[in-house]
């Protein structure tokens, strides 16, 4: 079973607790419970995960309204973000074809379950496997996944979106802090029952990188930039890497 997580904003945020599990990395979680999980994610996300403004930032500046722009996106979970990316671009009149992986068939499950959406497919996949392949996209991006990857994991990403990545890469994070904890425990005390976002929401804090941390774990070709609230954005491009 998962560690057991202290008393909310008692605990300890000194130094990432990297050995802290989440319910919904055990194989053998409720799948009721996971399914509320991923439905919940759709409600969180647009709330923390500021893709919206990266989005506007830093990709729709790259789009083209005539030539079609290939993103994958890795650990893509219940696949609400690569969704919203591929409906911002639509709405934009933009064309974007958006590759979706996760190699958890939980996950896969859940997001092939939803409504097909045009220029978005759904893998189950590891990163490796599209190098393997061969595979290039304009743009790689993730969510909220670095903080789960051992250094080895994380190492094995990093190298693999480089591969993968001709344009751009934005892989995006939670950054550990006070307030990043003691406001998702407080904002979610009253909802999502019977889900494992409150409790995995925790660990997931408790688990991230500041920013100093992840630069440090990062090849120095990459850029960190922090973002509010409580959050980080690990980018690079090739044009930057090659300079």
Same mark, same amino acid.
């Given at each position: ?51 919206? =403004?990266?989005?506007?930032?830093? %990709? ?13 996106? %890795? ?44 220029? +978005?497919? *759904? ?20 969510? =909220? ?28 994070? %939670? ?8 406001? *998702? ?11 494992? %976002?409150? =409790? ?10 500041? +920013? ?32």
């Amino acid at each position: 079973m998962p560690q057991h997580l202290a008393a909310p904003v008692r605990v300890s945020l000194a130094s990432r607790a990297s050995t802290l599990t989440e319910y919904m990395d055990d194989p053998n979680c409720d799948p009721r419970a996971l399914r509320r999980s991923y439905a919940g994610f759709r409600v969180v996300n647009p709330v923390v995960s500021g893709w919206r =403004h990266t989005y506007r930032r830093l %990709i729709r500046p790259l789009l083209s309204a005539s030539e079609p722009r290939t993103l994958l996106d %890795i650990g893509s979970g219940g696949g609400d973000v690569p969704r919203s990316l591929a409906r911002w671009a639509t709405r934009d009149g933009l064309l974007l074809d958006v590759t979706a992986i996760d190699p958890n068939p939980r996950a896969y499950e859940y997001a092939t379950s939803q409504p097909a959406m045009p220029g +978005v497919r *759904f893998r189950l996949a590891y990163s490796a496997e599209l190098v393997a392949e061969g595979a290039r996209f304009h743009f790689v991006t993730s969510n =909220h996944i670095l903080h789960h990857l051992s250094e080895q994991e994380l190492r094995g990403v990093i190298a693999d979106t480089e591969t993968l990545c001709t344009v751009l890469a934005a892989h995006s994070d %939670i950054a550990r802090s006070r307030f990043a904890y003691t406001g *998702f425990s407080l904002a979610t005390l009253p909802f999502f029952a019977g889900s494992y %976002i409150r =409790h995995d929401g925790l660990a997931s804090i408790r688990r991230s990188y500041t +920013v100093p941390e992840l630069r440090a774990a990062l090849p120095a070709r990459w850029r960190v930039i922090p973002q509010s609230p409580s959050r980080l954005l690990a980018t690079w491009s090739p044009d930057v890497a090659d300079r």
